[in-house]
Each structure stands twice: as C-alpha cells, then as structure tokens.
C-alpha cells in the first residue's frame, strides 16, 4: 500500500512540476511580447537641398518635399517589423492620396543617398530599443 502511494504521489509532482514549467515559459513568452510600437516624428530640413518641407520646382515637375525623422520606439521584449511607413494625406477626413516614397538621390556632383532603410521603408525594430530613421 505505501508503494502505491509513493509511486502516485511520485507522479503527481511530476504532472505538477512539468505544468508548472510550461506555464512559466509561456507566461515569460507572453510578457515579452506585450509592448508598442511608437513612432514619433519630426519635421527636418531635407539633407539633398537643405530646405524645410514643402513644394518645390524640379525642372518641369512640381513636387512636394516632405523630410522627417521618425524615431520608431519598440517597448516589447521581441523584435517588432513596421512595414512600408508610407504619408497619406487626408482633408477634411477623406483620405486624398497616399504619397510616392523616394527610394535614393543621385546627382552629377554628389553621391547616391538612399533614404529609409537602404531604400525600404521596412524596419525590424530590436528589442526595447529607439531606432531613428531620416525618411
């Protein structure tokens, strides 16, 4: 008789401790990936003209210059990917359009400048970090 209950009761913490396991591995997994993305941005001079934002002439072309930092703010404890961080105008609460990104600038007296990410406006943000990009 005491063979079976130490056999039972043998077994009992093992059920026991492998749940306990397996619930703490997936109560670290799930806190680690409660957390934002936050993005903050600023309104910068343009690094190619070194003018604020607004509506330019290039040669026959009107175009609209809008340069920015954006600090992407990742509080999870797992990497976070923000893809195609794009401008939509809106007016009045209708959307407008959605503007072109510029994925590099080369001109006859100074090198190729790429812009967001090597030309991709797709980021993996680390873990609890702040990555600022000049889009």
């Known amino acids: 008789m005491d063979s079976w ?6 077994l009992l913490g093992g059920v026991i401790g492998a749940g306990a396991t397996i619930f703490s591995v997936w109560l ?7 957390g ?3 993005l903050y941005i600023k309104h910068v001079y343009s690094p190619v003209n070194e003018k604020p934002w607004g509506f330019y002439q290039e040669g ?5 210059q809008v340069p920015l930092w954006v600090d992407l703010i ?18 009045s609460g ?5 503007f072109t990104q ?8 100074q090198s ?13 943000i680390p873990p609890n970090s702040v990555m600022r990009e000049r889009v």
């Open 5 to 10: 209950i130490n056999i039972w009761s043998s």
């Open 28 to 34: 670290s997994h799930y806190l680690q990936k409660r």
């Open 36 to 38: 934002k993305i936050k």
């Open 60 to 64: 026959t072309d009107s175009v609209i």
């Open 74 to 91: 990742n509080t999870a404890g797992v990497s976070k990917v923000v893809r195609n961080l794009n401008i939509i105008a809106y007016f």
């Open 94 to 98: 209708e959307r407008l359009t959605e």
């Open 102 to 109: 510029i994925q590099y600038q080369s001109s006859l007296n």
């Open 112 to 124: 190729t400048r790429s812009f967001g990410n090597d030309g991709s406006y797709s980021f993996v």
